[in-house]
């Protein structure tokens, strides 16, 4: 499940994308179903209308932005679950919509799904 990785949407897609999953509310104006070339859009995996608006990609509010979507995350755990078993089965994608690659929120599910396989992988490796 390492093979975890975020693009945007206004990226060409490749095969070498894998699985592409939108992880946005809201679909991009000017990218075509078609262009995007998604498997699956999963809404209610992304940040809350009501953070989206309160973060307004401010640089300045990102730390606690991160925050806040983590706790949405962990109350929105069946939308995770959808990502952490696409991702067991191969590489994943998730795509977002955000202009700035270094200001988006798809790095945080990302990071929650990689925490948590590390998290399995680590309660497996211990001895009974």
Request: proline share 5%; charged share 35%; glycine share 4%.
């Amino acid at each position: 499940m390492r093979d975890i990785q975020i693009k945007c949407d206004f990226e060409k897609p490749t095969a070498a994308d894998g699985y592409r999953v939108l992880v946005d509310r809201l679909w991009t104006r000017g990218v075509s179903k078609e262009r995007a070339r998604l498997d699956v859009w999963l809404p209610a995996a992304a940040p809350s209308t009501a953070l989206r608006k309160w973060f307004a990609h401010d640089p300045l509010r990102i730390r606690e932005f991160r925050k806040r979507y983590r706790v949405e995350l962990k109350e929105q755990s069946s939308e995770l679950a959808k990502l952490r078993v696409l991702a067991r089965k191969g590489r994943l994608t998730l795509v977002y919509g955000a202009r700035d690659p270094n200001i988006n929120h798809a790095a945080v599910p990302r990071e929650a799904l990689l925490v948590s396989a590390a998290a399995a992988r680590r309660r497996t490796a211990q001895p009974d």
